[in-house]
């Protein structure tokens, strides 16, 4: 049986002495759309960023398919990283470069292709996310929408296996919602990529998500996992039916 792409185990989170969360553990199957979800201030982003090695746990493991990604050595790391992508929730471009240009950036810097083939490239990743024609704009003269689009052609430039999202429709008509929820579904089955986003944008969690973890900030500790769909038909804790529901009747 393969390894899950991520198995989390054991994990504490913490600044300093200040707890934020504690003995999390679960698994990220290859081909989940997983989603991290639970009320404001919980640390959903704060174990994104334990999860793409931007944070070191207090304790516990982050697994990348059986290797232990902070006991590992930095080029073990290092190789791990290059196969992951990630959408901050800003889109986090440079302002000062065009589209391309943004997407250029990592295959110019982790690659040894030519630049021709590097233009080439940008310009179908930017088709792949619906922004063909759009290379020679700059961030500034495209829809917030636009931006998170052209953030995620970056995010997919070197093919990465694992693709991580930070609040992707934060900011977004319902409309644009949708689009980039189908945008995301689209390339996962086109990359056969693993779905890693952090949300409380209920549709979103209902319509894409194949598995969740749900993250409680009082309890400090993870109080359900599994289908969004069956944690709102099944799940007994009242603050997760809540959550999903948001206050109303099933």
């Known amino acids: 049986m393969a390894e899950p792409h ?41 174990l994104l960023r334990h999860l793409i090695g931007l944070i070191r746990p207090a304790s516990g493991q982050v697994l990348y398919e059986g290797t232990d990604f902070w006991g590992a050595d930095d080029r073990t790391r290092m190789s791990i990283l290059r196969r992951i992508g990630v959408l901050y929730q800003s889109g986090a471009l440079w302002s000062s470069m065009t589209l391309a240009e943004n997407v250029c950036l990592p295959l110019g810097e982790y690659t040894d292709l030519p630049p021709q083939q590097i233009a080439a490239l940008a310009s179908l990743k930017l088709a792949l996310v619906g922004l063909k024609g759009f290379e020679e704009y700059y961030p500034y003269e495209i829809s917030g929408g636009m931006q998170k689009r052209a953030g995620l052609a970056r995010a ?35 990359l056969g990529a693993t779905v890693v986003i952090v949300t409380h944008e209920l549709p979103s969690i209902l319509s894409i998500g194949t598995n969740s973890v749900f993250l409680d900030a009082g309890e400090k500790t993870m109080i359900a996992q599994g289908p969004p769909r069956e944690l709102l038909k099944e799940c007994p804790n009242p603050t997760v039916r809540e959550f999903l529901t948001r206050g109303g009747s099933l």
């Open 6 to 46: 991520i198995h989390v185990r054991d994990l504490t989170m913490a600044y300093g002495s200040r707890v934020i969360q504690k003995n999390l553990n679960f698994t990220i199957e290859r081909g989940d759309i997983f989603i991290i979800m639970g009320g404001s201030g919980c640390g959903k982003s704060t």
């Open 156 to 190: 997919i430039a070197l093919d990465p296996v694992i693709l991580f999202f930070d609040e992707p429709s934060a900011g977004l008509d319902p409309i644009s919602s949708k689009r980039l929820d189908d945008l995301i579904v689209e390339l996962r089955d086109s």
